[in-house]
T-cell receptor, first 117, second 113 residues
Framework: GAVVSQHPSWVICKSGTSVKIECRSL??????MFWYRQFPKQSLMLMAT?????????EQGVEKDKFLINHASLTLSTLTVTSAHPEDSSFYIC?????????????FGQGTRLTVV | AQSVTQLGSHVSVSEGALVLLRCNYS??????LFWYVQYPNQGLQLLLK??????LVKGINGFEAEFKKSETSFHLTKPSAHMSDAAEYFC???????????FGKGTRLHILP
């Protein structure tokens, strides 16, 4: 199946700094990618839909100025957590679908464990 | 709009026993349904998917699920549980190819020796 690579797999940062997480589709071009957040022992909550070449679509309650999403190419989307605070500590997961196989599942990155201290 | 409901946040079965994880869906269009498994601190791995072909879907690791439109269900089963099956399982749905995938709350499967 298709591969989605997410980097870094874990990061620790100081409160007030910004952190960038990358999501790459390695063997297909993804016009749309999705960013999820997962709290411990909970389900995945969709944060936003990342659209190549245009602005991301954020879910209700997600601060767009806090979680900056850029989808500059068909294989790369980035999520930047700006001015991170301890409550932003979470597991972030990206996913993408191969548009040439429209009834296939979404492929997920390995996830990024963010810890803000 | 689509949604899924997973019944039971925790399920415990004995090794060798039948595994049954329940999922009911709601969708305004013919749904695509998925089961994913997640091991601690890892991403999601697809177990199986239903995309309007055969209603009984076979997946990896001996899992299978049956799409029942009349019951709006897509329950996941495995005849004989193995210790390595202990993980978090998510049922998911979406209706269109560019649409977001919506996840259920997840069911943690515990395998008893």
């Amino acid at each position: 199946g298709a591969v989605v690579s997410q980097h870094p797999s874990w990061v620790i940062c100081k409160s007030g700094t910004s952190v960038k997480i990358e999501c790459r589709s390695l063997d297909f071009q993804a016009t749309t990618m999705f960013w999820y957040r997962q709290f411990p022992k909970q389900s995945l909550m969709l944060m936003a839909t990342s659209n190549e070449g245009s602005k991301a679509t954020y879910e209700q309650g997600v601060e767009k100025d806090k979680f900056l999403i850029n989808h500059a190419s068909l294989t790369l989307s980035t999520l930047t957590v700006t001015s991170a605070h301890p409550e932003d500590s979470s597991f972030y997961i990206c996913s993408a679908r191969d548009p040439t196989h429209w009834n296939t599942e979404a492929f997920f990155g390995q996830g990024t464990r963010l810890t803000v201290v | 709009a689509q949604s899924v409901t997973q019944l039971g946040s925790h399920v415990s079965v004995s090794e060798g026993a039948l595994v049954l994880l329940r999922c009911n869906y709601s969708s305004s269009v013919p749904p695509y349904l998925f089961w994913y498994v997640q091991y601690p601190n890892q991403g999601l791995q697809l177990l199986l998917k239903y995309t309007s072909a055969a209603t009984l879907v076979k997946g990896i690791n001996g899992f299978e699920a049956e799409f029942k439109k009349s019951e709006t269900s897509f329950h996941l089963t495995k005849p004989s549980a193995h210790m390595s099956d202990a993980a978090e399982y998510f049922c998911a749905v979406n209706g269109n190819r560019d649409d977001k995938i919506i996840f259920g709350k997840g069911t943690r499967l515990h395998i008893l020796p």
